[in-house]
């Protein structure tokens, strides 16, 4: 026995509302206080202000409080917290510098670092901050990341081997 849907159009039964019960009572009473034909009405006057002096108090306490969100209090770090280990990662191009780098920000913080620009900062501990610069390949660059890095991390390409940077990186 096959049926051809194609001759056919079906026909579906329209919705039908709930007649009694919870929900046909809540419908009922919900359009029962929609309607405004007993008399009650929209007031507009109903929430104004009725002193201008509370109105100005009011209004100067959102302002304050917005102001207050837009400048937020600058941290005193003069209380004799401890400067961050800063950690310089060198190494040739392609070897995943920015990718170890992102690996230790997850591993500390549980956020994805989506890029690695300048130097990173997080809290290792409660009294410990780490600080991730990533080394760039030139001379000036690796004498300057030198003069200020507290621990060196030096990535070597396993299929290439020790490039010459990486030695001039040691030397300095």
Same mark, same amino acid.
């Given at each position: 026995m096959a049926i051809d849907s194609g001759s056919q159009e079906q026909s579906h039964k329209s919705h039908r509302?709930?007649?009694? *019960?919870?929900?046909?009572?809540? !419908? +009922?009473?919900?359009?029962?206080?929609?309607?405004?034909?007993? *008399?009650?009405?929209?007031?507009? !006057? +109903?929430f104004a202000f009725k002193s201008g002096a509370k109105a100005k108090r009011l209004q100067s306490r959102a302002t304050e409080k917005e102001q207050r969100r837009l400048h937020v209090p600058t941290i005193d770090r003069s209380t004799g917290e401890p400067a961050p280990y800063v950690v310089v990662v060198h190494g040739p191009p392609k070897v995943g510098k920015s990718l170890l780098i992102k690996s230790l920000v997850k591993h500390y913080t549980k956020h994805h670092l989506p890029e690695v620009r300048g130097p990173i900062t997080i809290v290792s501990g409660?009294?410990?901050?780490?600080?991730?610069?990533?080394?760039?390949?030139?001379?000036?660059?690796?004498?300057?990341?030198?003069?200020?890095?507290?621990?060196?991390?030096l990535l070597v390409d396993g299929s290439y081997g020790f490039e010459m940077e990486t030695f001039e990186f040691l030397n300095i």
């Open positions: 509302s709930r007649q009694s *019960g919870p929900s046909a009572k809540r !419908k +009922a009473k919900s359009e029962k206080k929609g309607d405004i034909s007993d *008399g009650k009405k929209h007031n507009p !006057k +109903a409660k009294q410990r901050r780490l600080q991730f610069v990533e080394c760039p390949n030139d001379i000036n660059g690796m004498i300057d990341a030198a003069k200020f890095a507290d621990l060196a991390l």
